[in-house]
């Protein structure tokens, strides 16, 4: 690190959690980042702003007048533009020394298995069932830690799913796929906007402690939170021996 970076990481290098050591971690990181809109801005703005070294950032989608409630790293002038160019002009001025990697794609198949297996963590801030377990399904496949986040209404959640470690479910092992779980667009149904920055600012959170290597993941719990009421619930989620996608995960045998 040189001088200036010293400066402008001073503060997390001040932690003796974090020191010089864990902030070369972040820098040396490659931070994957599928979905640029209300969960994706604040997450994908503080990972930008704490250094993490490359950003890759996805999502195939236009920045339309109807997001700008809650997709905070998007602006009135950037309408219409790409997201992923528009989040990328905004990660950019607030961090101009590190790679960011727009991809203005919907990831599926090698291409997604490829970006995910060169993540040292992927943020799943996607809308949709569809890309949720693709994803899970990557992640579990090429061993990378996920950090998965969901905002409808004013209910939030938020969970660790990592390979890595043999007690940790996969996203599959929660919501199982075709168990009818029914995708709710927030075109529909509304979203508070709040709502996606305290998940995504958590979801940032996680992937840094899980770059760092400090404290302990949600790995094994899913958070949930009544925005209306404020009040958070944790539940303990378990691997199921019968899950589809990681029940046969060669690098880690269930638990007896
Ligand atoms: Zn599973």
Request: glycine share 8%; hydrophobic share 45%.
């Amino acid at each position: 690190m040189n001088d200036h970076q010293l400066l402008r990481y001073s503060r997390h290098i001040l932690l003796d959690e974090i020191g010089i050591e864990g902030q070369q971690r972040l820098l040396a990181a490659r931070v994957l980042v599928i979905g640029a809109g209300g969960l994706g801005s604040p997450a994908a703005l503080y990972l930008a702003a704490s250094g993490v070294g490359t950003l890759v950032l996805v999502d195939d989608d236009e920045v339309d007048l109807t997001n700008l409630q809650r997709q905070i790293i998007h602006t009135t002038e950037r309408i219409g533009q790409p997201k992923v160019e528009s989040a990328k002009a905004a990660l950019t001025q607030i961090n101009p020394e590190i790679d960011i990697i727009a991809v203005r794609e919907r990831l599926a198949g090698e291409r997604l298995a490829e970006l995910v297996a060169s993540a040292t963590v992927v943020l799943d801030c996607s809308d949709n069932f569809k890309t949720r377990h693709a994803v899970n399904a990557a992640c579990v496949a090429a061993g990378v830690p996920l950090v998965a986040g969901a905002a409808i209404r004013f209910d939030g959640q938020i969970s660790v799913f990592d390979p890595r470690n043999a007690s940790s479910p996969c996203y599959a092992c929660l919501f199982p796929p075709g168990a009818g779980f029914e995708d709710v667009a927030c075109s529909s149904m509304g979203v508070f906007a709040p709502l996606v920055g305290v998940i995504g600012a958590m979801q940032a959170a996680e992937a840094l402690k899980l770059v760092i290597g400090i404290g302990a993941s949600l790995a094994g719990r899913l958070l949930m939170l009544d925005g209306k009421y404020m009040e958070w619930t944790s539940i303990a989620v378990a691997r199921d021996a019968a899950c589809p996608v990681c029940s046969h995960r060669h690098d880690s045998a269930l638990p007896s």
